[in-house]
């Protein structure tokens, strides 16, 4: 039915690191972990799911150290394990890990204009093209979403794998992913119904 509700996903962006504070790109599992920062951001939103009463079946995290830490913190409020799920990865950017968008837009000016404007090219040739990543993070959620039918689940993940959520659940272009801003340490609500997807809320951040 229509109005027939599948699933309600709260996605937790991870806290920061040292190369989002700088406005790095990372597809890296095992680095950067959490700063100090990022931790208090993570304490922040587990003090906001549990003070707004977020009810919760199921934790789900990508692999990264990153994402991982955050979603340990989150599974001590539910006294839940969580779930790896390797298909919520950050987006795969080959060389440019660890390169900032400014760095790539002074040094390779035809690759960043292709990064921002090509969604269907992969740039650098060994990263993942913006259609591929959000189509990988589409099949990803809905199979979650088709396991876990009529639940409540929590998603620790990337702050561009929520961006893909958004872009899918709104049918926004790939080309228009950059413009979503997504903070770490943030909440972002999507529900699920059997013919279509609403977005609640996005970057929910905590003060």
Same mark, same amino acid.
């Given at each position: 039915?229509?109005?027939?509700?599948?699933?309600?996903?709260?996605?937790?962006?991870?806290?920061?690191?040292?190369?989002?504070?700088?406005?790095?790109?990372?597809?890296?599992?095992?680095?950067?972990?959490?700063?100090?920062?990022?931790?208090?951001?993570?304490?922040?939103?587990?003090?906001?799911?549990?003070?707004?009463?977020?009810?919760?079946?199921?934790?789900?995290?990508?692999?990264?150290?990153?994402?991982?830490?955050?979603?340990?913190?989150?599974?001590?409020?539910?006294?839940?394990?969580?779930?790896?799920?390797?298909?919520?990865?950050?987006?795969?950017?080959?060389?440019?890990?660890?390169?900032?968008?400014?760095?790539?837009?002074?040094?390779?000016?035809?690759?960043?204009?292709?990064?921002?404007?090509?969604?269907?090219?992969?740039?650098?040739?060994?990263?993942?093209?913006?259609? @591929?990543?959000?189509?990988?993070?589409? !099949? $990803?959620?809905?199979? #979650?979403?088709? +396991?876990?039918? %009529?639940?409540?689940? /929590?998603?620790?993940?990337?702050?561009?794998?929520?961006?893909?959520?958004?872009? @899918?659940?709104?049918?926004?272009?790939? !080309? $228009?992913?950059?413009? #979503?801003?997504? +903070?770490?340490? %943030?909440?972002?609500? /999507?529900?699920?119904?059997?013919?279509?997807?609403?977005?609640?809320?996005?970057?929910?951040?905590?003060?």
């Amino acid at each position: 039915m229509y109005f027939s509700r599948k699933c309600k996903i709260t996605f937790i962006s991870h806290g920061a690191t040292i190369y989002t504070e700088e406005g790095r790109f990372s597809d890296k599992n095992n680095y950067p972990p959490l700063t100090d920062a990022g931790i208090e951001e993570i304490e922040k939103i587990t003090e906001f799911l549990r003070l707004r009463g977020i009810r919760n079946d199921k934790i789900y995290t990508s692999a990264a150290t990153r994402t991982v830490q955050s979603a340990q913190i989150i599974a001590k409020l539910y006294k839940k394990k969580y779930e790896i799920i390797e298909d919520l990865d950050a987006r795969k950017c080959g060389a440019f890990s660890g390169w900032s968008l400014e760095q790539i837009e002074h040094r390779f000016p035809n690759a960043f204009n292709a990064l921002i404007n090509n969604p269907e090219i992969c740039t650098p040739e060994d990263a993942e093209s913006l259609n @591929d990543f959000i189509k990988r993070v589409s !099949a $990803s959620i809905d199979n #979650i979403v088709n +396991k876990n039918i %009529s639940n409540r689940i /929590i998603i620790v993940t990337h702050p561009d794998v929520i961006k893909a959520a958004i872009c @899918d659940a709104l049918n926004i272009p790939a !080309a $228009s992913l950059p413009k #979503i801003y997504i +903070k770490t340490g %943030s909440a972002t609500q /999507i529900s699920y119904f059997e013919s279509w997807k609403s977005l609640i809320y996005s970057d929910y951040t905590p003060v």
